[in-house]
């Protein structure tokens, strides 16, 4: 470990060192970080899609997801791009909800979004009450910055796996790479083993 | 799109501060000499790492200021007031220090002179940092495809890069726009307004050229150039954003 010389860093007396992993940074901004344009979609021509590896597509609209049962969670978000988000909460439907009556084989999930973005998790990470499709932010329909009108919230791992936009999820057999993945970032992504690169 | 997959593990190493130069009050251009730089693509990030006495540990990302064609790894740091490791760098580091850097990262927000497509480089603030290393390489690679520079100061002494911004624009193949949206000097005859539907329909390429537009800087200005860009009519797959978010 090289130390910098002069440098005392600033930490911050609000933040429990427990709840922010390594190489992260408490803000209390909520930053944008997209790689394109935000798509702008109404919900009424949302809907989403789980695919691939099962009998059938199932696709449900944007008021059918409102109608299932909806959990709300608080919980911390931790952006790759080194910036942590403590106490966020967020309404929608657990991924247990839509995949309570899909059959398959698959052990990997590809998420995909408007505006073609695309992200890789296992899909033991989408179950167990670890992820859902988020609609609210803080009490209020999410905004189209933030993925509105509907993202993929699975906050215990880097932010990017989160997909904003989300219109639905391909399972597979096989682990495809997603958007970012294939740009070298980590292919899991744990925010406490700081994976944030290939190879981390 | 082709990814470039990064199968290098990046490893931290200790980069020794070489040359310091204040671009503007807020903003410094650090010169860095590394023991292993696999060179990186214009548009590239790097990590920075900084360690207190204690052990205390922060990181930020940096867009890289050099083209590959450079000598030198340089990053440029506008300190943030409130932020925690720009007002080091810019205030503290000194020429002889050392800080920890990993790096390239990034392969999408990146321009190779061999691209054909027209490029619009849409810069707010500090977001020109990483067009200034597309300038520099496509000058000395003598790059294919013509390039767009709209630049959004806030005034004359906020330009970052200002003489070299005006070298560059007398070249074939760059022009540069600059718009100050608080304050011109007197016979100011760049734009002063905010980049809008307006400018960018007078500076950048007709949709049917297919341009392919880059966009970076604060996180609204970047959502507003974008929202405007669309509404012109581009195609949102050709408009590569960076923002830069937090603190």
Same mark, same amino acid.
């Given at each position: ?15 429990d ?8 940074y408490?803000?209390?901004?909520f ?14 021509d ?9 009998d ?12 299932l ?20 909460t ?26 073609g ?6 899909l #033991? ?5 670890q ?22 919230l699975?906050?215990?791992?880097y ?8 219109r ?16 070298? $970032?980590?292919?899991?992504?744990d925010p406490?083993?700081?994976q944030? $690169?290939?190879? #981390? | ?8 593990? @990046? ?11 204040a ?11 590394l ?34 064609t450079?000598?030198? @790894?340089?990053?440029?740091?506008e300190?943030?007031?409130d932020?925690e490791?720009s ?6 580091l ?5 800080i ?5 990262v ?11 497509? &027209? ?8 977001g020109?940092? &990483?067009?200034?290393a ?11 495809a ?52 307006? @400018? ?10 297919? &341009? ?5 800087g ?17 195609? &949102? ?5 960076e ?5």
């Open positions: 470990m090289a130390v910098t010389r002069g440098f005392h860093g600033r930490r911050r007396a609000e933040a060192p427990a709840r922010v992993p390594p190489g992260q408490v803000t209390r901004d930053p944008v970080l997209s790689a394109g344009p935000t798509p702008r979609r109404l919900a009424a949302w809907t989403f899609t789980i695919r691939g590896a099962v059938e597509p199932v696709v449900w609209s944007f008021y059918e997801l409102r109608a049962p909806a959990t709300t969670i608080t919980t911390d978000i931790h952006c790759v791009t080194k910036w942590s988000k403590l106490d966020t967020w309404r929608g439907v657990s991924l247990d909800t839509l995949l309570a009556d899909i059959d398959t084989s698959a052990d990997y999930a590809l998420a995909f979004s408007d505006g973005y695309t992200t890789n998790l296992p #033991d990470d989408l179950t167990g009450g992820a859902m499709i988020a609609y609210e932010y803080e009490g209020e329909p999410l905004t189209a910055e933030h993925g509105g009108p509907a993202r993929l699975v906050p215990h791992l932010f990017w796996k989160s997909a904003k936009w989300v639905g999820i391909e399972l597979r057999d096989d682990d495809e790479p997603g958007f970012w993945e294939r740009y070298g $970032y980590h292919n899991y992504g406490w083993k700081q944030r $690169y290939a190879g #981390d | 799109m082709e990814a470039t997959a990064l199968r290098r593990r @990046l490893s931290w190493q200790l980069a020794t501060v070489r040359e310091i130069t671009e503007t009050d807020r903003t410094h251009s650090i010169g860095l000499d023991p292993d730089w696999p060179g990186h693509l214009s548009g590239q990030h790097v990590d920075v790492r900084l360690t207190a006495e204690d052990g205390y540990q922060a990181q930020r990302s940096y867009s890289i200021a050099s083209a590959p450079d000598e030198r @790894l340089v990053l440029t740091v300190r943030l007031d932020g490791v007002p080091y760098l810019v205030d503290e000194q020429v002889g220090d050392q920890e850097l990993r790096g390239p990034g392969g999408y927000f990146v321009r190779r002179p061999t691209d054909t497509a &027209p490029a619009l480089l849409v810069a707010g603030g500090s020109i940092v &990483p067009f200034r597309m300038l520099r390489e496509h000058g000395a690679a003598m790059g294919a013509p390039i767009r520079l709209l630049y959004s100061a806030r005034s004359f002494d906020e330009i970052i890069y200002r003489d070299e911004l005006l070298r560059i624009a007398a070249r074939d193949g760059i022009d540069v726009s600059i718009t100050l949206t608080r304050s011109q000097p007197p016979g100011w005859h760049g734009y002063t307004g905010r980049v809008d539907a307006a @400018l960018l329909r007078q500076v950048s390429w007709p949709p049917d050229e297919q &341009p392919a537009a880059y966009l970076c604060p996180t609204g200005f970047v959502e507003a150039a974008s929202n405007a860009l669309v509404g012109l009519g581009h195609d &949102p797959g050709r408009i590569r954003t923002r830069f978010g937090g603190t």
